[in-house]
């Protein structure tokens, strides 16, 4: 079964080519950075190595690292809270770029827009979405299956469909080792409140500020490609803006009381404001049902301006819906006229049930034409995935308790700190026998990457490691009006490390550092 979506196979391939306006450097300017690099990778991640060795062994060079650091970050605003309020920290970052194969972050680019082009699909395939998270809904009841609810009533009950959407994804990937050399896997696919495109874009900045400081110019300038992340997703959110048609509205950020990760969310909307001309609001999923106004058009709006977009950076977890008035504020958005990032299908589209379904046998073909080269370049970063649903949880159960440390058992959460690993996976298993409870969570074939030492700094300390391991994941933005895709592109990337033997990736949790790609 196909969309209406699915001529972006012909109308959609003048999207792909990143060229054109301000996304007209993102592919070139990657691929310069790698080109530059050729023949030299070997010896750039030797002098990496040994830079890395050198701040773990000598303080007085460590403590040179963190004094720049702190001052460089601080006066470019790549923080994070502290415990008492208005104080602010270091952001969590690496001290060293991370050694990642080009081919493999060519890789990632390249395949983005296929990945927003699936998941645009998927979120318009009503029925399949309603059916493989069914049972996922019926045991995890209080989120994954209000979601379901609310999209069986946008979508079903009340028929409603967005002029104008956006989204805005990203992909995750960790290395895999294959025969042929290294190959990336996926970790998951981040349809709602993908994080630290604002902050990422700095880590180019400093590392090559570093260099200059400290490291008397070791790695050339072009040895770290540049990330437009900053960039690139507030000019996607401005050509959805622009599509929905009134200069004069704002973009709502539909933020979490408290928010942590507020600095990464401020650069994206200076750039909307200053580059742009774009007024935000920040709101909560309370402020939104209580200081927003829906008219008889089903416009929008707050203190008398239109909201022509809701980019949500909450809304990802149980936690954000705290009492009856945070749900109402969730369908408030949905039967309005404004653009919703991510709308309902799109959100549901990113459960990882989805991901699992997405790499059975024959399920891609679902989504494109048959022979279609966009099945084996999707097919292809697809890990391990297994389903617990009644005709499949014997086979699962017993793959995962023949070997514990090969697997990670993922509930339908986002976030962090999740994931059940080793024992942990064991006692939920066993105890899960005989039920239905493991139908809301997949098995995933646990990823191994290649290890680099690494000096990482947190809160104005440094911590080093010799064996730290890296994630890559890849901005994808879409835009669409009328069912017709206006914009399909790569957006930028983030690259998060951490030590090994660390589960959890997150970097607000404090278990994963922000990078940059050598």
């Not at 440390?405 to 962090?416: D, H, I, N, T």
Request: aromatic residues 8%; neutral net charge.
């Amino acid at each position: 079964k196909m969309s209406t979506s699915q001529q972006a196979n012909n109308d959609g391939d003048n999207n792909n080519n990143n060229s054109g306006g301000l996304f007209g450097g993102i592919s070139s300017l990657v691929s310069w950075g790698y080109s530059m690099l050729q023949g030299e990778k070997k010896d750039l991640t030797t002098v990496r190595n040994e830079i890395a060795e050198r701040a773990r062994r000598d303080e007085k060079f460590a403590k040179s690292l963190v004094t720049f650091s702190v001052a460089w970050a601080s006066l470019n605003g790549m923080l994070l809270p502290n415990a008492p309020k208005y104080s602010t920290l270091v952001a969590p970052i690496s001290l060293v770029p991370f050694p990642f194969p080009r081919v493999c972050t060519h890789k990632a680019v390249d395949i983005s827009p296929l990945f927003n082009l699936l998941y645009l699909r998927v979120s318009e395939d009503y029925d399949w979405l309603q059916q493989t998270l069914a049972n996922a809904g019926k045991e995890d009841a209080d989120f994954t299956g209000r979601l379901l609810k609310l999209h069986q009533h946008v979508i079903s009950e009340l028929k409603l469909k967005k002029k104008h959407r956006l989204a805005i994804n990203r992909s995750d990937y960790m290395l895999h080792s294959t025969p042929e050399g290294f190959d990336i896997r996926q970790v998951e696919m981040n349809t709602i409140a993908a994080s630290f495109g604002g902050l990422s874009s700095k880590l180019q900045q400093i590392h090559n500020y570093l260099n200059d400081r400290v490291h008397s110019q070791a790695l050339t300038k072009e040895a770290i490609p540049m990330n437009l992340s900053a960039q690139n997703l507030p000019a996607t959110m401005a050509r959805a803006f622009h599509q929905f048609g009134d200069k004069e509205a704002v973009i709502v950020f539909v933020v979490q009381p408290g928010e942590k990760n507020f600095t990464d969310q401020y650069i994206l909307q200076q750039e909307l404001e200053t580059r742009h001309k774009i007024t935000t609001v920040r709101l909560s999923l309370a402020e939104i049902e209580d200081q927003t106004v829906v008219d008889e058009k089903s416009d929008i709006f707050i203190d008398n301006k239109k909201i022509a977009l809701f980019y949500m950076r909450s809304g990802y977890t149980p936690n954000d819906y705290p009492t009856e008035k945070e749900w109402s504020a969730r369908l408030k958005m949905e039967k309005s006229t404004a653009i919703v990032c991510p709308d309902i299908g799109t959100h549901l589209a990113g459960a990882k049930k989805v991901q699992q379904e997405l790499a059975r046998p024959g399920v891609l073909e679902r989504f494109f034409p048959e022979n279609d080269p966009a099945i084996a370049s999707l097919r292809s970063v697809f890990a391990g995935l297994y389903s617990f649903d009644k005709s499949d949880a014997e086979a699962t159960i017993n793959r995962a308790l023949s070997d514990p440390s090969k697997y990670v058992l993922k509930p339908q959460r986002e976030g962090g700190g999740n994931n059940l690993y080793d024992s942990e996976m064991v006692k939920m298993i066993e105890e899960s026998k005989g039920t239905t409870k493991l139908e809301a969570y997949i098995l995933m074939e646990r990823l191994f990457p290649p290890t680099a030492p690494s000096v990482m700094l947190r809160e104005s300390e440094i911590y080093s490691t010799e064996a730290a391991l890296a994630e890559f994941g890849a901005f994808g933005g879409l835009v669409i009006t009328d069912d017709k895709i206006v914009m399909n592109q790569y957006l930028g990337f983030i690259l998060r490390t951490k030590f090994s033997g660390i589960n959890d990736g997150g970097v607000v949790a404090g278990n994963a550092y922000l990078d940059a790609v050598l």
